[in-house]
C-alpha cells in the first residue's frame, strides 16, 4: 500500500462504496489519513465523588438489579437497573433503548456514559461502552451513507497494514526541536487514535502549527517572487515639495498618518515592486495620505490612478483632489461621461497631460492607455476582483499598487488574508474630529422619544440616516424593513420632512442619483438598507438611527455610524433593538462604550468568526482544516515569524531548511 493509492482498493471498500467516500473529499489513502476528527468524545471514568452535577460523565460499577424495560405509553419505554461503586448504589436510566437489556448482566462490571444527577445519585444512560479503556473517541463528519464506525475501522485497518511508517516528514528538524512538535506520522496517528488527551493535545499542537507555517511560508514566497521577479518602479521622491505640500494641507496629519505615507513613499522609492493594503479607521485619513501618495508619483514624472466602486465616490475624490493639487492636472473617467467628455480624456492620459485621475473600472477598459503610469491605488479594494486589479496593473509597465480599506481589519485577518503584502495602519482619529455620540434605545422608545427628538433636529436644519436592515417584508424575520419603515415616517414626519428611499434593488444610476440629492439636501431623510456608500461625505447629516441594530455585526454597525459625523457639528448614532440573547445585548453595549473600529473587529472576530465578517470567498481569508485563526493566534505569530526568518535566509543558515519546504510545497495543486 502507498500514500497516493485509491481507497478503492482497500479492504471492505469497492466502487460504490469510494464514491460515498469521495462525497467528503477523501480520494487517496493519504486523503484518508488526513480526514481528522472536528471533535472527540472523552469516556474517561471517573468515581463518584468527583462527579459535578449535569455533567456528562462515565461511571465504571457492577450490577446490582436485573434490567427491568417498563412501557409508558406508544414507543415510550424505559430500561432501568442499579450498579454499585465502591459502597455507592447508582440508579441507571436508558429511554427508548429496550435492545440494551441484553447487554446488562448481573455481577458484572459495565461502563455507562451518561448525564449525572448528583441529588438523586443516578444516571440517565446515553450508550453503554464496549471498551472501557478506549477512553477518548473521534467523531468526524459523514453523510448517511458512511457510518462513523466503518470510517473508523478503514482507518484503523490502515494503520494495522503499517501505512502511517509511510508518511514523510514535511518540517526541518530545526524546528521540531525548538518547538518540541511531533513528528508527522505520530502526529496523524494520534489524531485518529490518541492513547489519551495528553497525545491528542501535541498531535493538534503539531498539526495546527504546519498547516499555519504552510500558509504563511506560501505567502513569503508570493512576497519574493513579487520582489525579485516583478521588480517595479523606481519612484524617487521630491522631499522639500512634499514637505511644503503637506504644511498647506488645512490640518496637520497624525503620527499614524506620517508613518503611514513614510512607508508608502519608500515603498515607491525602492526598486522593488509596491503591494501594500492601507487601512484605517473610518474618518482616520486615509484618503490625504493616499493623495500625498499620488503628488509624490506626479512630482517624480508618473501618472497617479484612483479606482473606486461608485461614480459618486469618483466625483468626490475628483473634487477633493482637484482642492488639494490646484497646480496639477487631474481628471476624472467614469462610465457615464458623454463620450466627447471621455474622448478628452483618454487622450490626456495617453498623452501624459492628465497626470493624476480618478473614477471607476472605467479605468481599466481596453481603450484606455495611460503615458507613463507609476501608482494605481484602488479604495474599498474587497469591491474589486483580482482580475480587476490584475488589469489595472497591466496597464503600466509595472506601477506600484497600493490598497486602501475603511473596514478596520483585526491584526490576526491582515496577516492571514493579506500575508503577501505589507500593511499599513492609521488607527488613531485626526485632532479636532468630533466623536459620534451612541445611544441604545428599546423599540417602545423610538415612537415617544426618538422620533419626537428627530423632528426636533430635522428643524433645525439637520439631515437624518434611517437603516433598516430588509428591503420589503419577511416572513422569516419580523423586522422593520425599509418600505414600510419609510412610508411610517412619511406619515409620522408630514409633507414637511422630505424623505427618499434607498435600497440595493435600484439601478447604480438611481442610486448615486438619490445620494447626490441627499448631499445637496435636496432629502431632509435617507431611508436605506446597507447599499449606503463607504467614504461619501454628506457633512450635514448629523444623525443616525439604525433599526434592528441586533442583527447587524460590530463592524457593519462601525461602518454604518460613520456615515455620520463628517462635518463640524455633533453627531449622534441610535441603535434600536431588542437583543434577547446575551451577545446581542453585548454587541449593543460595547457600540455605546467604543468608536475604535478596531477594538470592534477583534471583538466582532471573536464573537462572529471570519467568514461571517468578510465571507471567506471573498475576503480571501482561507479555510483551515484544524487551525483556528481566532483561538490559535499566538501559534499564527509563531508561524509567521519562523516563515519569514526562513525565507530571508534561504541562501544562508536556512538553506536545507528552505529547500526541504519548498519542495514539499511544488508538489500542491494548491501552490501553482
Not at 464514491?19 to 471517573?46: M, N, V, W
Not at 448481573?106 to 444512560?125: H, N, P, V
Not at 447599499?531 to 441586533?550: F, K, S, W, Y
Not at 473587529?601 to 483556528?628: C, H, N
Request: glycine share 6%; aromatic share 8%; proline share 4%.
Amino acid at each position: 500500500m502507498k500514500l497516493l493509492d485509491s481507497i478503492q482498493f482497500l479492504k471492505g471498500v469497492g466502487p460504490k462504496s469510494a464514491e460515498r467516500y469521495h462525497q467528503l473529499g477523501i480520494f487517496t489513502i493519504s486523503d484518508l489519513l488526513e480526514y481528522f476528527p472536528f471533535r472527540y468524545d472523552d469516556f474517561a471514568a471517573k468515581p463518584v465523588f468527583e462527579l459535578i452535577d449535569g455533567e456528562k460523565t462515565t461511571i465504571i460499577g457492577t450490577v446490582v438489579t436485573p434490567a427491568n424495560v417498563s412501557y409508558y405509553g406508544p414507543r415510550r419505554n424505559r430500561l432501568t437497573f442499579k450498579i454499585k461503586q465502591d459502597e455507592v448504589v447508582i440508579a441507571i436510566s436508558f429511554f427508548n433503548q429496550p435492545y440494551l437489556q441484553s447487554k446488562v448482566e448481573l455481577d458484572k462490571e459495565i461502563a455507562i456514559y451518561g448525564k449525572w444527577d448528583a441529588k438523586k445519585l443516578s444516571l440517565t444512560g446515553m450508550k453503554i461502552l464496549a471498551q472501557v479503556e478506549n477512553s477518548f473517541q473521534p467523531v468526524y463528519h459523514v453523510m448517511k451513507n458512511v457510518k462513523q464506525s466503518a470510517l473508523v475501522s478503514l482507518l484503523q485497518s490502515v494503520f494495522d497494514a503499517g501505512v502511517g511508517e509511510l508518511i514523510p516528514e514535511n518540517l526541518p528538524p530545526s524546528l521540531l526541536e525548538k518547538y518540541r512538535l511531533v513528528s508527522r506520522k505520530t502526529a496523524v496517528h494520534d489524531m485518529h487514535f490518541p492513547a489519551d488527551e495528553a497525545a491528542h493535545h501535541q498531535a493538534l499542537r503539531r498539526m495546527k502549527f504546519e498547516e499555519l507555517f504552510y500558509f504563511q511560508f506560501k505567502m513569503q514566497v508570493l512576497r519574493l517572487k513579487d520582489k525579485c521577479m516583478a521588480r517595479g518602479l523606481t519612484i524617487d521622491f521630491d522631499k522639500e515639495a512634499l514637505v511644503e505640500k503637506i504644511k498647506t494641507l488645512p490640518f496637520p496629519l497624525t503620527a499614524a498618518q506620517k508613518q503611514s505615507l513614510r512607508e508608502i513613499i519608500t515603498d515607491m522609492a525602492s526598486p522593488y515592486h509596491m503591494n501594500r493594503l492601507l487601512q484605517g479607521d473610518v474618518g482616520s485619513g486615509k484618503t490625504v495620505v493616499a493623495s500625498l501618495a499620488m503628488y509624490t508619483a506626479v512630482k517624480a514624472g508618473f501618472q497617479a490612478a484612483l479606482m473606486v466602486p461608485t461614480e459618486i465616490l469618483a466625483q468626490q475624490h475628483y473634487d477633493s483632489l482637484q482642492a488639494l493639487f490646484p497646480e496639477l492636472s487631474v481628471g476624472l473617467l467614469t462610465g457615464g461621461m458623454k463620450i466627447a467628455e471621455r474622448r478628452d480624456i483618454l487622450a490626456g492620459l495617453e498623452s501624459g497631460e492628465i497626470q493624476m485621475i480618478t473614477g471607476t473600472h472605467a479605468l481599466i477598459q481596453e481603450s484606455v492607455n495611460y503615458h507613463a503610469l507609476g501608482l494605481v491605488i484602488t479604495d474599498e479594494q474587497h469591491r474589486f476582483g483580482v482580475n480587476q486589479r490584475r488589469i489595472f496593473r497591466e496597464k503600466g509597465q509595472n506601477p506600484d499598487v497600493l490598497m486602501m480599506t475603511a473596514t478596520p481589519i483585526p491584526r490576526t485577518l491582515a496577516i492571514t488574508a493579506f500575508g503577501d503584502m505589507d500593511v499599513s495602519i492609521i488607527d488613531e482619529l485626526p485632532a479636532g474630529r468630533k466623536p459620534i455620540t451612541t445611544r441604545w434605545v428599546k423599540h417602545e422608545q423610538l415612537l415617544p422619544s426618538v422620533l419626537p427628538w428627530v423632528s426636533d433636529e430635522i428643524t433645525k436644519g439637520a439631515q437624518v440616516y434611517f437603516i433598516s436592515p430588509l428591503i420589503e417584508e419577511s416572513e422569516v424575520m419580523d423586522l422593520k424593513n425599509a418600505t414600510d419603515l419609510f412610508h411610517d415616517l412619511q406619515a409620522f414626519f408630514g409633507d414637511n420632512v422630505k424623505i427618499a428611499l434607498l435600497h440595493g434593488k435600484l439601478k447604480n444610476s438611481e442610486k448615486d442619483q438619490i445620494m447626490m440629492d441627499f448631499k445637496a439636501r435636496k432629502y431632509d431623510v435617507l431611508v436605506s438598507t446597507t447599499v449606503i456608500e463607504v467614504g461619501v461625505n454628506v457633512p450635514n447629516a448629523t444623525l443616525m438611527v439604525i433599526m434592528d441594530a441586533d442583527r447587524f455585526g460590530l463592524s457593519q454597525l462601525h461602518q454604518l455610524r460613520g456615515r455620520v459625523g463628517r462635518g463640524e457639528k455633533k453627531s449622534t448614532t441610535i441603535l434600536v433593538a431588542n437583543p434577547k440573547s446575551d451577545s446581542g445585548k453585548h454587541r449593543m453595549k460595547i457600540m455605546t462604550e467604543t468608536q475604535n473600529g478596531f477594538v470592534l473587529a477583534e471583538e466582532d472576530l471573536k464573537m462572529r468568526g471570519s467568514g461571517e465578517i468578510f465571507g471567506t470567498r471573498q475576503s480571501g481569508i482561507p479555510e483551515f482544516s484544524v487551525a483556528d485563526i481566532v483561538n490559535d493566534y499566538p501559534i499564527l505569530e509563531v508561524a509567521r515569524t519562523e516563515a519569514i526568518t526562513i525565507c530571508k535566509e534561504k541562501d544562508g543558515s536556512q538553506k536545507a531548511a528552505y529547500e526541504m519546504i519548498l519542495a514539499n510545497l511544488s508538489n500542491e495543486e494548491s501552490f501553482d
